[in-house]
């Protein structure tokens, strides 16, 4: 995407704002709706795919104002504090979701329900490629349930919606723009969402660009970085520079639809972890989506293809350096059956193939293919008291590795192929106690082939400070996995709890080996320099352990303790969870575990105002292994919100100002490999103040 286009598309979006603000001396209305009122009604489906809105699976949507409030420019940030989530936080350019204290490639993260693979579970410091700013919503499912999109969501899923391919007619015009300012790293950003159609056409387009600087914190930190301050209080090597954008479409017809969208994501920031290196990345995504009602007993047939061009190279000064990148084709087709007595569900195909490359100086692991097919079926069964669920998933999984052609001479990677056969199998049950009461459990056992850098890798990982080798003779990673819930829901009043245990006979994960290594690979002699300290990617015996809960109380207001006519309504937002993660094999906790934490926040609404005032806790993070982590302190991050609502003519108009850590308090996380690796370089954001205007019309 060329500069001058990017100008031009947020341009829209300012001349759109413009356009409305002109109108406000004919007319101008306050109004209390959601100012996303005027998009798609909200459907769930990646914890139930045949649509029920009381889920059996631990389930979180963002959307509208709820994403808007918290968003930020990565989409492990964007999540985090989210009960059960946190992020991996390398810095302010690159976190991904862990949840339930598993991350990496036990976490899928999908696009619009499909496979869309980059680099980030490669590397901490490798950015997922997707913005909020063009996001309509994010789902977030946690626990066994997630099965039914393979091994690698064991931990849970990530399905990130943006219709770029719209599934419902779109009658009209309409759509949404963004414009934001952040103080604390001067970040200006923007975007736009455009779509029209009639009954048998929709169009979607989106833009968006994002530009910050280095980010402020409450420390002074040195930077060696080529004109950057030696001393500041700032992250050194913390900007970027992201834009993107999208053009979609889709063609109904009486029994279905099909459609076809392609997206482009680029983005250059620095690593943080290194003074003088940053990284220019580019992800294209193509996508085909359709779904065919032929009637009989086959209701639906749903399909899904995309092809995704990822690459990324890491720039040493202004010096190319090693290069990543991954090719990959993912399908997903699931056929939906009429009801049969009580019983109604799917069976489903996917297929997957990456073609996996690094070249450079740090290419840790060697060139590979990876193909899986996958056979899935989901069932459920309604009773008077409520419902079971049934899901079974079984595998192919092929790692090809292909050495590393560039250069025949490097033959510290093994070469050859590994099949992998894994099965997963998982019941659910929801039962409704009375109309306020409903009780959950979910019972998985989940099988996961080794991903290709775990079989193959052999060489140094600066951005994890670690030579890392892989193990060719892994076998298949096993688990099972409970969890139980309850729910109460009384008005504007909720609470809900779960509690669950995942225990693994084969846990994949980097064990340090206790030796240093050179920058050829060899065992370095003691006192020696510029060594990388040795971690294995071996098997041991793990289990999780954890509780998450969250709820809203009604303290002033309809149905709250107190009733004040036209005095507005005033909710306490409560929020807490705790995992516990476990070697089993030596006894020890497993590294980047995030501690209690606990959260709350006064929402106050009266007409078009609306203001927020709360905090994150985190207690201290003690348990650690004894190799290659840090105890961290506990802090607590105080954060405040207020917007303002109107209308203009046939626009919303949503004005809002959000500040995060208000006390500026200095903060590490205990999630992050930073805290262990570059401490104290890498803290949290200081004091922030974000201003903002979305107009959706």
């Known amino acids: 995407m060329t500069p001058k286009f990017r100008r031009n598309a947020i341009g829209v979006a300012v001349l759109s704002l413009a356009s409305f603000a002109s109108m406000a001396q004919d007319q101008a209305q306050v109004q209390a709706q959601p100012a996303d009122a005027a998009s798609l009604r909200e459907v769930t489906v990646t914890g139930n795919p045949l649509g029920a809105s009381e889920l059996i699976a631990p389930t979180t949507t963002l959307s509208g104002d709820k994403l808007l409030l918290r968003s930020q420019s990565t989409l492990g940030e964007t999540l985090d504090n989210v009960p059960g989530v946190s992020s991996s936080y390398f810095g302010p350019n690159a976190s991904r979701p862990i949840i339930r204290g598993q991350d990496g490639d036990r976490i899928r993260i999908l696009q619009n329900g499909g496979g869309a693979p980059d680099a980030s579970a490669l590397s901490y410091d490798h950015a997922v490629p997707v913005d909020a700013l063009v996001t309509d919503r994010i789902e977030v499912l946690r626990g066994p349930s997630a099965l039914q999109y393979g091994g690698s969501a064991v931990g849970g899923v990530v399905n990130v919606i943006d219709n770029r391919i719209p599934s419902e007619p779109i009658n009209g015009f309409g759509g949404r723009a963004d414009l934001g300012y952040s103080t604390g790293n001067k970040e200006k950003n923007g975007g736009v969402v455009l779509e029209g159609g009639s009954d048998r056409f929709a169009l979607h387009v989106d833009a968006f660009n994002r530009d910050s600087k280095d980010v402020s914190v409450p420390i002074t930190l040195e930077c060696s970085k080529p004109g950057s301050p030696w001393t500041a209080r700032k992250i050194c090597n913390s900007a970027n520079e992201a834009h993107g954008g999208a053009l979609g479409g889709t063609m109904f017809f009486d029994q279905g639809y099909i459609g076809a969208s392609v997206s482009t994501y680029r983005s250059t920031y620095g690593t943080v972890a290194e003074d003088d290196v940053t990284i220019g990345m580019k992800s294209d995504r193509y996508a085909l989506e359709g779904e065919w009602r032929p009637g009989g007993f086959i209701s639906s047939i749903h399909a899904k293809l995309s092809h995704t061009d990822y690459r990324h190279t890491e720039f040493e000064g202004g010096t190319p350096g090693t290069t990543f990148s991954n090719m990959s084709n993912d399908l997903r087709i699931e056929a939906r059956h009429q009801k049969i007595g009580n019983f109604e569900g799917l069976v489903g195909f996917s297929s997957e193939t990456n073609r996996f490359a690094a070249d450079g100086e740090e290419a840790f692991a060697p060139h590979s293919r990876t193909r ?41 990677f093994a070469v050859g192929e590994r099949t992998f056969n894994p099965h997963s199998a998982a019941f659910g049950a929801l039962v409704n106690l009375a109309p306020q009461w409903q009780l959950t459990s979910n019972l998985a056992y989940t099988e996961r082939a080794p991903k290709d850098y775990e079989l193959l890798a052999n060489g140094p990982h600066v951005a994890t400070a670690a030579w890392e080798v892989g193990d060719p003779n892994l076998k298949k990673e096993k688990s099972t996995g409970l969890d139980l819930g309850a729910q109460w829901k009384s008005g504007p009043n909720t609470a809900r709890v779960n509690a669950y245990v995942t225990r693994f006979s084969n846990y994949i994960g980097l064990t340090a080996t206790g030796r240093n290594l050179d920058e050829e690979g060899n065992v370095a002699e003691p006192g020696a320099t510029d060594t990388l300290a040795e971690y294995v990617y071996s098997g041991v015996r793990a289990r999780f352990t954890g509780i998450e809960a969250n709820g809203n109380l009604r303290l002033l207001g309809s149905e709250g303790f107190a009733r004040m006519d036209d005095a507005g309504t005033l909710d306490l937002e409560w929020r807490g969870d705790i995992v516990r993660a476990k070697n089993l094999d030596t006894g020890e906790p497993l590294p980047r575990i995030a501690p209690l934490r606990l959260g709350a926040t006064l929402a106050y609404a009266n007409g078009p105002w609306g203001a927020r005032f709360g905090f994150d806790y985190n207690a201290a993070q003690h348990r650690i292994p004894s190799v290659g982590a840090r105890e961290t302190d506990a802090y607590t991050l105080w954060n405040a919100a207020i917007t303002y609502r109107m209308k203009v003519q046939r626009a919303n108009l949503t004005w809002y100002a959000r500040m995060d850590n208000i006390t500026n308090k200095l903060a590490y996380s205990a999630t992050s490999i930073l805290t262990t690796t570059v401490y104290p370089n890498a803290p949290l954001p200081g004091r922030t103040l974000k201003v903002g205007l979305r107009v959706t019309f």
């Not at 419902?387 to 052609?405: D, H, K, M, N, W």
């Open 372 to 412: 899986s097919n996958a056979l899935f079926m989901y069932e459920e069964y309604g009773t008077s008291w409520g419902r079971l669920s049934f899901g079974a998933r079984t595998e192919q999984v092929r790692i090809r590795s292909l050495g590393y052609p560039d250069d025949p001479t490097v033959t510290r």
